[in-house]
């Protein structure tokens, strides 16, 4: 029996396009053996159909404060005492809005006031709308009233256009579902419960011109990995990744996608400050064109072209500096040649706590790969040797190592 095992699950469904995903969600849902009972907006009718919803529920779909003849009410009080959890799934601006600001003029906001249950909160709306203030201010009320927030995806949007703004898929937020649900229901304190960690994914590109740029081969797996194996020992996670198609939707998990250096530089020092562990696993550029250019350069030939470049500011140097004894700090060093007197000195210039070495030269590590094969060097100079894993299994290493340092 899975963690979701005779679970009392309310769902509010909200009008959206993603309504239809809601649909592959209860099936999941039942599939885990929960109990579901459905409450709808009325504009979520326009979406889907109450009848499916019941269906596959196996319970009727509630949508109003009182019945269609008005001769008796949905006891809004009861249902909030009812659920062991409630989600709104999809989640429209609208109804965000109305959570955030109190107001209750309809049968799901009356229960999400009533709810005394834990509150998860999956958006889905245009990118506009998403990345709008008033939206993400709504959306940090709500998160400091202790409600849960899965983090939209990227993709195609109902207006067309790509972006941010995508309904979490039903998969992952049965995955985000029961992460949440096991600490509570199984009385397990997780290790790193209480602590906010900071870990950066990826690569930087460097404009050469609008279209060109520099940049390097990584995938952001493993700083990805590294933030969902945090998430799992219960930190609460700001992943700051650069261009990457890949994503997480972890329940603790920020993200905040950044394309250059200079812009990974500001977003880390801004998170830095409030972090208790950070984990630099990004591959930053080191150089960048002294020059860019605004226009497409366009190609002459038979002509020499020279593009002079300089070097880019030292993020985790900068941190080094700042560190505070109650903080840790972790680096990364890929490495060809004289790989750990490398790694060495950069653990002893940078100020970390220790680093990860990769090494070129060893089958199954470098950029792009689905395995790594780490050395961990601390700072006594202790090497810690591990060999060829997945990268999920090579970043639970190394929390396993973080959380060993922090009990010590």
């Given amino acids: 029996m899975g963690i979701l095992f005779g679970k009392k699950i309310l769902l509010g469904i909200t009008g959206s396009i993603a309504a239809y995903k809601s649909a592959f969600l209860i099936r999941l849902l039942i599939q885990e053996e929960a109990v579901v009972k459905v409450l709808m907006t009325r504009d979520a009718n326009s979406f889907i159909s109450p009848l499916t919803l019941a269906t596959l529920s196996k319970n009727k779909v509630l949508s109003e404060l009182t019945d269609n003849a008005g001769t008796s009410w949905n006891n809004h009080v009861e249902l909030g005492l009812w659920a062991d959890v409630l989600i709104i799934a999809p989640a429209s601006a609208n109804t965000i809005a109305k959570f955030a600001n109190g107001l209750c003029d309809n049968l799901l906001t009356t229960v999400y006031l009533s709810a005394r249950c834990p509150v998860i909160i999956v958006p889905a709306m245009d990118e506009d709308m998403w990345k709008h203030a008033s939206t993400q201010k709504n959306l940090a009320q709500l998160k400091s009233y202790g409600n849960q927030i899965i983090p939209v995806g990227t993709g195609e949007l109902a207006s067309g256009l790509t972006g941010e703004g995508r309904m979490a898929e039903p998969q992952q937020i049965i995955n985000f579902l029961s992460d949440y649900l096991e600490p509570i229901y199984l009385k397990t304190k997780k290790k790193l419960s209480g602590k906010k960690a900071l870990v950066t994914a990826g690569p930087t590109y460097e404009a050469i011109d609008p279209v060109r740029f520099i940049g390097n081969r990584s995938s952001g797996k493993m700083g990805i990995a590294i933030a969902e194996a945090l998430a799992k020992e219960g930190a609460e996670v700001e992943l700051i990744t650069g261009p990457t198609a890949l994503s ?18 500001d977003a880390v020092i801004r998170a830095f400050e409030n972090a208790d562990i950070t984990i630099m696993a990004a591959a930053v550029a080191d150089f960048t064109p002294e020059y860019p250019s605004v226009k497409k350069i366009k190609k002459q030939n038979g002509t020499s072209f020279n593009l002079p470049l300089v070097e880019t500011t030292d993020i985790i140097n900068a941190l080094g500096k700042r560190k505070r004894p109650d903080q840790l700090l972790v680096g990364f060093a890929l490495e060809s040649n004289n790989e750990i007197t490398n790694a060495t000195e950069k653990l002893k210039n940078k100020n970390l706590d220790f680093i990860v070495l990769n090494s070129l030269n060893d089958y199954g590590a470098g950029f792009e790969l689905d395995t790594n094969k780490i050395m961990i060097i601390d700072r006594d100079e ?27």
Avoid: G
């Fill in 248 to 265: 997480t939707s972890k329940y603790n998990i920020q993200t905040t996608r950044i394309t250059s250096t200079a812009e990974m530089h």
């Fill in 382 to 408: 202790k090497q810690y040797t591990f060999e060829v894993k997945p990268k999920s299994e090579v970043a639970k290493d190394i929390v396993d190592f973080i959380v060993q340092k922090l009990i010590i």
